[in-house]
């Protein structure tokens, strides 16, 4: 007898539904797609092209003797067999993504209009200074916008991602170590156990030798830890306030003066910035260099929406070292300021080729003047109150790695729930992609054992929440009736089935090959 879930849909209790393959392989109206090079249509095209009218003798050896070895689609079916693959995917726009430590949020499509207006989506770096001025202007009002959101007298704003402004951030503080002459001693960067991965390769990659430092038992930075390693050695210390357990340091004004008394320079990590836009300067904190991630606190396209932004704010011991270009206005205009330049003579050098990505610049901006001062501020107060509303709404159920206090942006709970009951973090992920739902972060922060670490945003309404906290608290419910099955093979439903992720990783299939026997390519 079917009874209701806490979703509200019919369900067998005790076990889980088995259905028949289909026929074709599609489900319901979700249609079974091959790949590209597996389709129809080797040997035609799909658009007529006139005869050429020389035979090509004067390419030497360089004309086509064998088939290209790709498939000929019309235009039909190109455009289905992208929408397929599309529907393949999980979307924001089709449901919450609550990847801890990402903050997928919705991009508003006012952004998107911005963005493809003519004068900025149809420009050339290479244009005369005199063409740009608009765009130049709004770069400028980026910067100041940046600038009086983190306390903080100058920003570079070529870096293209949070990890690339991190570069750029220990870059200047290697210039300026150089410029003391210091930099042949200070070679060693503090970074702290649950620091995001980027911190310690980042350091690396500059040169320096990188050094742990332990977290409390709250999951915060320990102070003591971090004085007794300390010393005249050391360049730079690089926090992520909030932390990756979504936890603000506390001890930060300590942190920051101990790290200055060592002569050392505050790299911190912006990529939790939306948990405290408005609320917080950075600068105030005694900070030296932050990242900013677009994508993450302006709503900018995260991931493969193109190429990203990760603006570096700096403090006034570093703004000479910025990298070059920047923007100045004078009584000539808007122009650029390069490294020639004698107004950037102690730039580290540049980050990229010209000026940044001017679609993330207009998309960022958009989504700061809708706003305003008053509406960035709410935007750290709502993501905030919708992290700590699921963790309170599932703190009965699951376990909170770290219970006692709120939480900021994002809620982290551990493993120590699940004990007992054969099911582990990646099975209940794997579960929650046969509700509907984008899993959550898995096994990071690496602190804390079986990490499923949670961060709604501010974006999403009470309704969603509410739907997704309920589908949580089937699944844990489910998992401690002792529901195995339903976990053990997660997902049923999904387009494809659990894959062998050990194999996957290990020996991963990265080039595709016609099966022993086909013709395909040689069509």
């Avoid at 740009?132 to 400028?140: H, N």
């Avoid at 210390?237 to 200055?260: A, K, Q, W």
């Avoid at 330049?341 to 940044?356: K, P, V, W, Y």
Wanted: glycine fraction near 10%; charge should be negative; charged fraction near 25%.
């Amino acid at each position: 007898m079917s009874s209701m879930n806490t979703v509200g849909r019919p369900t067998t209790p005790n076990r889980v539904e088995t259905k028949p393959a289909t026929l074709t392989g599609g489900r319901g109206l979700l249609q079974d797609e091959h790949l590209i090079f597996e389709s129809d249509g080797w040997g035609k095209t799909g658009v007529d092209l006139p005869e050429p009218k020389t035979d090509g003798a004067d390419l030497g050896d360089l004309v086509r003797r064998d088939p290209i070895g790709l498939p000929g689609l019309s235009e039909p079916e190109t455009m289905r067999h992208y929408v397929r693959l599309s529907q393949k995917n999980h979307a924001i726009d089709l449901a919450i993504y609550p990847l801890g430590s990402c903050t997928m949020k919705h991009n508003p499509r006012l952004n998107e209009k911005m963005a493809r207006l003519p004068g900025f989506s149809d420009i050339h770096p290479l244009q005369p200074v005199s063409t740009v001025q608009g765009a130049l202007e709004l770069m400028d009002t980026l910067a100041h916008w940046l600038k009086t959101l983190t306390g903080m007298p100058a920003v570079a704003l070529s870096p293209k991602a949070g990890a690339h402004g991190e570069l750029c951030g220990l870059m200047a503080i290697r210039a300026a170590h150089e410029a003391s002459g210091e930099h042949e001693k200070r070679r060693k960067v503090l970074v702290p156990t649950s620091a995001h991965g980027t911190n310690p390769a980042t350091a690396a990659f500059v040169g320096y030798t990188v050094v742990e430092v332990a977290q409390t038992e709250d999951g915060r930075v320990d102070v003591a830890d971090l004085a007794s390693k300390l010393g005249d050695d050391v360049a730079a210390i690089m926090v992520t306030n909030p932390n990756t357990c979504g936890l603000f340091e506390r001890d930060i004004l300590e942190i920051s003066r101990l790290t200055h008394e060592a002569g050392a320079y505050f790299y911190c990590d912006g990529a939790n910035f939306n948990a405290i836009v408005g609320r917080v300067r950075p600068g105030d904190l005694g900070v030296d260099a932050m990242h900013i991630n677009l994508h993450k606190t302006f709503s900018t396209p995260h991931g493969g929406g193109g190429p990203g932004a990760g603006p570096v704010v700096l403090s006034e011991a570093l703004a000479p070292f910025a990298p070059a270009p920047w923007v100045v206005h004078d009584a000539d205009g808007y122009r650029l300021i390069e490294r020639e330049e004698d107004e950037a003579a102690q730039a580290f050098g540049r980050l990229c080729a010209f000026q940044g990505q001017m679609g993330m610049y207009t998309r960022a901006l958009s989504y700061m003047m809708s706003h305003g001062s008053d509406g960035l501020r709410q935007v750290a107060e709502d993501a905030v109150l919708n992290a700590n509303y699921i963790k309170a709404r599932l703190s009965d159920l699951m376990s909170p790695a770290f219970p006692d206090g709120p939480c900021m942006h994002e809620a982290l709970f551990d493993d120590e729930w699940l004990k007992g009951t054969e099911v582990t973090t990646l099975d209940f992920a794997k579960a929650m992609i046969d509700e509907g739902f984008h899993p959550m972060t898995m096994y990071f922060p690496l602190v804390v054992h079986g990490a499923m670490l949670i961060e709604p945003t501010e974006t999403e309404s009470k309704q969603e929440l509410d739907r997704f906290i309920e589908a949580m608290r089937a699944l844990a419910t489910a998992a401690k009736a002792g529901e195995v099955d339903r976990f053990k093979g997660a997902p049923f439903h999904a387009p494809m089935r659990r894959l062998d992720e050990t194999r996957a990783a290990r020996s991963p299939v990265l080039r595709w090959t016609a099966p022993e026997g086909s013709n395909i390519a040689a069509e």
